[in-house]
């Protein structure tokens, strides 16, 4: 089954590349965006047919590889 | 208000990094993992009350600026 996640910077960690989108769309006459944070968006499809097993599979992954900890955070969707 | 959006690669375009990551898994005992497919999360947040108005922006970001529509698909949450 597929299991989706998203890992996120921390609220406060800086974040050039969201500011740098932001400033391109406000060039861009979308001067309605206040900010923009980016983050990476995992989809992942694991041997196991139980939703729950395989979510808390991918919450390890997240833990061990995908997710650095001390900067970001992550959610499993 | 905030609005998210997911864009991902379309299905049968090669995604490298997804496999690396996919085989970095498998070596470190995550032997059911399968597929990983990355794609960009963006968090943005827009000077609009209306919600389907912002998401009606945020649509015609990723339409203009955020994604590639040639290769890649982009979904708003």
Excluded: H, W
Excluded at 6 to 35: C, H, R, W, Y
Excluded at 55 to 75: G, H, P, S, T
């Amino acid at each position: 089954m597929k299991i989706k996640a998203i890992v996120t910077l921390k609220e406060g960690v800086l974040d050039p590349q969201g500011k740098a989108i932001q400033q391109t769309l406000n060039g861009m006459n979308f001067s309605d965006v206040k900010q923009v944070r980016q983050g990476k968006y995992f989809d992942i499809e694991v041997n196991l047919e139980d939703e729950k097993k395989a979510k808390a599979k991918v919450e390890e992954m997240c833990k061990k590889l995908l997710a650095n900890l001390v900067i970001e955070d992550y959610k499993i969707l």
